[in-house]
């Protein structure tokens, strides 16, 4: 089952959660990324996002 087969509130019961762990994702991978590349290359994610 993919997210096409999805019917259009079933999503919408799914977002909060997806955007959490996107959150928490990027939160905790960004300080390795300002320790390997610097802040300049950390912003251009950021923007990038």
Known sequence: M???DLTRAQ????LP?????GHM???AGMPYVIAEFGMDEQSQIAIEE
């Open 11 to 14: 999503p919408a019961q799914l």
């Open 17 to 21: 959660d997806l955007m959490l762990s």
């Open 2 to 4: 993919g997210y096409e």
């Open 25 to 27: 994702s990027d939160r």
